[in-house]
Structure formats: C-alpha cells, structure tokens
C-alpha cells in the first residue's frame, strides 16, 4: 500500500514598504541603469519567486501614499493597475498620505518646503500585527530596512511564537539594528534574477484596460 505524505501548506503574506522599497530601486538604478526597468514589477510574481513548495502565498501588501505630483502619481498608478489586473484581490494597496514638511539640505543648510510620507509605518505595524490576531498568516515577510519597525518585530515574535517573521532589505538599504534582531536578513539587491524574472509585459492588457509601463522606467 502506497504511503503519502501529507502536510500543511505555510501561509505567507508579504509586507512592502513602499516608499523604502522603490527608493532603494531608484538609488541601485543610479548605480546601474538596467535596474530601472525592474520598476515595472510584477509585486505577486516577485514575492512568489522566493516561496518554498510547502508555501502559499495568502496576500502583497503595498503601502505607500500618493504622490502630489502629477506625474508621478500617474506613474504610481499605472504600476499599480497593472499589478491588480494580472493578480486580482492578491494584491492590496494601503495608501497613506504625503505632509509639507521643511527641510534642512545637508550641503548648503538653507531650508526649503519638501514632503514627508505619513502614516506607512502605522499602517504596516497594525496590517502586521492583526494578521496575526486574525490567525490569517503564518509567515510575515517585511521588506523594508525601515527600523521604526523594530517594536513591531519585537511585539510578534513575543507574543505570537508561532508566527515566523523574515525580513527583506530593499536594494540600497540596510539597518544595522534589524540585523540584531532578525537573522538571517535577505537583500534584495543580491537577488537581480528574481527581479529579471519579474518585470511585467510593457503594455498590460485584459483586452478592456490597458496599461503602458512609463517611458522613464526604461532603461
């Protein structure tokens, strides 16, 4: 009699800090061009890149906040339309909000209006923290170097030992500090191919809507 071996698929839901994770891309592709094209990314595929045969992906979470800039909310958008017509409900977007904030620039010291991103971190903690109230995940994945998230991190492995929480550093970015507590940290930025493997068709399309990837997010 044939014996089989039954298991229990590993729910995994992955967390993206948006604002770390796109500016991490920005700042490798200043260092190597090609790496602009990996803006176009399609978010359910990249994650699934990294899963084990016993894991099922659950959810992408996003969270960023709109760009006041036309043309960059325009560009934020495409992206994200693209990513939820080719994965559906897989894909949610947690929106925040951009502050006026005045800044200090470290070169010449004068001081001019700029943007801060509101509410990311909150929004991330609480998505982070409820999944596992809610029992919807079992594997949290963080890709972020952000170490504000620290106390999140801290709170999930005290108080829900069943959950296993990894951290991803965007390409770019590191903290010396979610080292010390979150081992073994993936980065991103060594981890091209599954980039490569990601990026969606220039144009996506279900024959009704229709998405151009940006020609500034061309290589």
């Known amino acids: 009699?044939?014996?089989?071996?039954?298991?229990?698929?590993?729910?995994?839901?992955?967390?993206?800090?948006?604002?770390?994770?796109?500016?991490?891309?920005?700042?490798?592709?200043?260092?190597?061009?090609?790496?602009?094209?990996?803006?176009?990314?399609?978010?359910?595929?990249?994650?699934?890149?990294?899963?084990?045969?016993?894991?099922s992906l659950i959810k992408v979470k996003y969270f960023t906040a709109p760009p006041s800039d036309d043309k960059k909310r325009s560009r934020q958008s495409a992206f994200f339309s693209a990513n939820k017509l080719l994965n559906g409900d897989l894909v949610e977007i947690i929106n925040g909000k951009y502050q006026n904030k005045d800044i200090k620039c470290k070169k010449c010291t004068q001081i001019f209006l700029g943007q801060e991103e509101k509410r990311t971190d909150v929004n991330i903690a609480i998505s982070m923290l409820m999944d596992c109230v809610l029992n919807n995940t079992d594997i949290l994945v963080l890709i972020s170097a952000d170490s504000d998230q620290i106390p999140t991190l801290q709170t999930i492995k005290s108080n829900f030992p069943d959950k296993k929480v990894k951290v991803y550093f965007p390409p770019e970015r590191s903290s010396t500090d979610i080292l010390g507590i979150s081992k073994p940290i993936v980065f991103l930025g060594d981890n091209e191919q599954k980039f490569l493997n990601s990026i969606m068709s220039t144009i996506v399309t279900n024959g009704v809507k229709t998405y151009t990837k940006p020609d500034n997010w061309k290589k």
Do not use: Q
């Not at 948006?18 to 700042?27: E, M, P, Q, T, V």
């Not at 260092?31 to 803006?39: D, S, T, V």
């Open 1 to 55: 009699m044939a014996a089989f071996l039954f298991y229990a698929m590993k729910r995994v839901i992955f967390y993206f800090d948006g604002f770390n994770f796109y500016n991490g891309l920005k700042d490798k592709s200043e260092l190597f061009p090609k790496w602009k094209n990996y803006y176009w990314l399609d978010l359910v595929k990249f994650c699934t890149e990294f899963l084990d045969k016993d894991h």
